[in-house]
Each structure stands twice: as structure tokens, then as C-alpha cells.
């Protein structure tokens, strides 16, 4: 799959997820066989302001094949003067989130809140497309917002004109939040009505589900939010490698890659939630969780990184 001038190695992408598809994580589902990773969600006016949160969230690796970033946001100046930023320069990819269903974003006419709006998305896609000079520019959407009004096809539809490079489409609409019904028909439309590549996303957890996805929709690509969470392997059963999973260096490199950037108060806090999804599924990890919710420092985690390699010895 290819967009613009990317060739992607493989046609699976992480998307953004906020709270998760941080530097360490996308590393590790690149080396895993992902084709694209996206950063988490990074406000177009916090970068615009200087908040410090939004600056964190723009460090990236060297082993990051493609960088792409997320803004979201309801002004198209916002968007503009965030691309037209030197620190986002280095990212050769820019997407634009219209799909985050959360009350907040929307209130504000963020996220989905722009499926609402297809005059103000077209803008915001015009303008970051100009600002991203040449930098393929990218939408993320849903099914439409409501199951009253599915509307993909015409965001999308608005988004080629305006010159995006790749949509890609949760099959969703709003209301349904995370749950419910995957509309594989909406997507199927959306890559009936435009040129540019579309990639579906929803539900996708193994390649009988990226199968169907690719089946019925005719997408050119899938997107792996939920399960790659914890499993960033994921990408590597996708794209038919065998490899050895060694759980605990996994989650050792995601920790120290945490420590990297962060300090280390806030990478012990950002890593506890990885920690427990890395360790989902195990017998006997509940302790470890316990542990690892109670770990204050660098110290208290490397402690317990050492008893994840006695648990999950000869699970493989
Ligand atoms: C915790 C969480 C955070 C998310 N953050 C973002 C985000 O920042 N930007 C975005 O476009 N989508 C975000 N999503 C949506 C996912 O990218 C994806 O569209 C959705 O989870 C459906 O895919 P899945 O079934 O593979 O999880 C988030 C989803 C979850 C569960």
C-alpha cells in the first residue's frame, strides 16, 4: 500500500490511540511488521500555545520507518500554524482526527464533532494540506455521527478535493462510541467513491478479522487499535513472520523507552497501563499488577520486570 510517496511495508497501521501509541510502542510495532504508526492525538492549539504535555507527545524514534503525527482540533489556523511549526517538521505524515467520540472534544467541535461540519472539515483539510507543503496530509474518520446521518463517503469525498493522501475510516458512527455493529458498508462505500487509499478500522484482532475487513470493505489497508494494545506482536502474526516472543525484553524495551524522554516519575505512571495489557491473558499476573500499581520509582518497576521473566518462562 502506498500514500503519496510512502510505500508502506505492509498494509496493517496503528493508529492513534491516545494514552498508548507512544515512541516505545510504535517502535516496537514497526520492528513487528506494522506499515505506519501514528502518534496519540496532539491538540493543533496546545501546540500552538506551547503547552508542555503536547511537546512530549512529539518525540519520536529512530526506528520509526515513517513518523506520522495526529492533530486534532476545530480551527483551521490552529491547524495551519501547528504544521507550519519547526517541530513538526520532521514528521513526514500528518493526519487529522474527525472521528474521537469523547464529550469533551466534541462540546468543543472537535473529533467527530467535524462529521457534522463538512464545510469547517473541508477547510481544515484544505489548509493543512497547503501548511504541510508537499507532506501528505491524512483524515481519520468514522461512518458518519449518528446512524441517522452516515456520511463517510461525503467527508471523504471532501477530503480528496481537498487534497488528503488516505482516509481512513473507523466503522462506526459516534454514537456507538467503541461498540456495537462494525458498518462494513460504510467503509465499502467510501472506497467505492474516492481515488486515494482507504483504510478500514474497527474490531480487527487477528488475520481472520483483517481478512474480513479486507473482504467486504475492498480497503487497502487495516487499521489495530485495541488489540495491539499489549501486543505489538500483533503485526508480526499479520504479516505471516515467525518470530520468538520474548514478553519480558518486550516490555522492558517499552519501559526504557518511557525513560528516554519522559521523567521518570511520569514514565512510571504512563507505563503501568501497558504494563497491565502486556500481562492480560496471563495466569498468575495478578500480583505482578498489584506490584506494578504500587510501583512509586525506576527501581520499584525493574523489581518487577524481573518476576514477569519467571512467569512467562516456558509460556510461550
Ligand atoms: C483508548 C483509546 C484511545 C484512542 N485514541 C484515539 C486517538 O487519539 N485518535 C484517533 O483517531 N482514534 C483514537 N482511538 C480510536 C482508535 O484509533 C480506533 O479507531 C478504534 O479503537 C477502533 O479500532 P479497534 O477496534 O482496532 O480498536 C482511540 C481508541 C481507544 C480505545
Redesign the pocket.
Known amino acids: 500500500m502506498k500514500i503519496a510517496n510512502y510505500e508502506l511495508n505492509s498494509p496493517y497501521i496503528l ?7 507512544d515512541m516505545p510502542m510504535r517502535e516496537l510495532c514497526y520492528r513487528y511488521g506494522a506499515g505506519l504508526c ?1 502518534t ?2 496532539v491538540s493543533a492549539k496546545g501546540l500552538v500555545y506551547g503547552s508542555d504535555n503536547s511537546g512530549l507527545m512529539l518525540i519520536t524514534g529512530e526506528n520509526e520507518r515513517i513518523r506520522a503525527i ?1 492533530l ?1 482540533g476545530g480551527d483551521p489556523h490552529f491547524f495551519e500554524k501547528a504544521i507550519l511549526d519547526e517541530r513538526l517538521k520532521k514528521f513526514d505524515i500528518v ?1 487529522i ?1 474527525m ?2 467520540p469523547v464529550p469533551k472534544i466534541v462540546k468543543n467541535g472537535e ?1 467527530s464533532a467535524l462529521m457534522k461540519n463538512p464545510e469547517l472539515a473541508y477547510e481544515i483539510i484544505k489548509i493543512s494540506v497547503e501548511a504541510a507543503q508537499g507532506r501528505p496530509v491524512t483524515v ?1 474518520m468514522r461512518a458518519g455521527f449518528s446512524l441517522e446521518d452516515i456520511n463517510a463517503c461525503k467527508i471523504a469525498e471532501l477530503a480528496e478535493k481537498a487534497g488528503a493522501s488516505c482516509v ?1 475510516v ?1 466503522g ?1 458512527v459516534r454514537e456507538q462510541y ?1 461498540s456495537g455493529d462494525i458498518l462494513f458498508s460504510a467503509i465499502r462505500d467510501v472506497k467505492n467513491s474516492v481515488g486515494i487509499p482507504v483504510i478500514g ?5 487477528d488475520k481472520n478479522t483483517a481478512f474480513d475487513m479486507f473482504e467486504k470493505t475492498g480497503c487497502d489497508g487495516v ?7 499489549g501486543k505489538p506482536d500483533i503485526f508480526a502474526e499479520l504479516t505471516g513472520q515467525t518470530f520468538e516472543k520474548d514478553l519480558a525484553m518486550i516490555i522492558k524495551e517499552h519501559f526504557e523507552g518511557l525513560l528516554s524522554y519522559l521523567p521518570e516519575q511520569v514514565a512510571v505512571n504512563n507505563f503501568k497501563k501497558h504494563f497491565v495489557s502486556y500481562l492480560k491473558g496471563y495466569k498468575g499476573s495478578k500480583n505482578l499488577k498489584n506490584l506494578i500499581t504500587a510501583s512509586c520509582s525506576k527501581k520499584d518497576v525493574m523489581d518487577v520486570l524481573r518476576k514477569v521473566e519467571d512467569l512467562t518462562k516456558g509460556l510461550n
Open positions: 493508529p492513534a490511540i491516545a494514552g498508548f501509541s501514528f496519540e492525538m495526529q486534532f493526519d482526527n472521528g474521537c473529533g481519520k481512513t473507523h462506526r467503541y478500522n474497527g474490531n480487527v484482532h487499521a489495530i487499535a485495541r488489540a495491539a494494545i
